[in-house]
């Protein structure tokens, strides 16, 4: 039992350290922005986030 728990923990470490290679050996390195917002490609196309246009609506409304 002892050896799958530990089996797992090291396969975990593993996944979190392939995941954050960018961020942990990039100097600088960061997640990137995956929100609507950082995407030209949606802005260009005049797709906003939701809650970027619930608040313009509650500031027209109020």
Known sequence: MLYTILITLLIV??????LGVKILFVKGG??????I???????????TCVQSQDREAQKKHY
């Open 13 to 18: 470490a593993i996944c979190l350290v392939l």
């Open 30 to 35: 960061k997640f990137p922005n995956t929100h």
């Open 37 to 47: 917002s950082g995407s030209k490609a949606m802005r260009d196309r005049g797709i």
